[in-house]
């Protein structure tokens, strides 16, 4: 079983508003993040699939070094070459600011949602199975966001 963790490419729409505003909106706080991109995951599963010894194994997949949202935000202005600040706000604030970016609200209470759950260290995780997998780091957030 493979228990993948947070997608760095999931972060890419920030991408569009630190292009613009030069920021990384969220309700994060200094919690951790351990992403990974889509291909360190799709290569951890290749291994599992195609190697020995995997049956009834459980394998918590997470990216290292787990990062916070400013260092996201960094992430973010390497990929577009200028500076990026993560802005944290309440739940109904960033709720209100991705409304105001277009999103239906439905989406925008979802998307808003999930971050006090992000604060309390849900998508944070100590373990090295996806590197032990793979056999080498993950990708670089920057990286990721840049493929």
């Known amino acids: 079983l493979l228990r993948n963790g947070w997608y760095w490419e999931n972060y890419a729409s920030g991408i ?3 292009r613009a505003a030069g920021k990384l909106f969220g309700a994060a706080g200094e919690a951790k993040v351990s992403g990974a991109a ?3 995951y799709a290569e951890a599963a290749a291994v599992v699939v195609t190697g020995e010894g995997h049956q009834g194994k459980t394998y918590e997949l997470a990216g290292a070094p787990a990062l916070t949202y400013q260092d996201i935000a960094d992430a973010i202005g390497t990929v577009i070459g200028a ?3 993560y802005v944290n706000q309440t739940e109904d604030e960033y709720r209100a600011t991705l409304e105001g970016f277009g999103l239906p609200a439905e989406a ?3 998307f808003a949602g999930m971050d006090p759950a992000i604060a309390r260290g849900a998508l944070f995780s100590q373990s090295t199975d996806l590197q032990d997998l793979i056999g080498r780091p993950s990708t670089p957030a ?3 966001l840049a493929a």
């Open 16 to 18: 569009d508003s630190g």
């Open 38 to 40: 889509r291909r360190d």
């Open 83 to 85: 500076e990026v600040t």
């Open 142 to 144: 920057a990286e990721a």
């Open 108 to 110: 925008a209470a979802a």
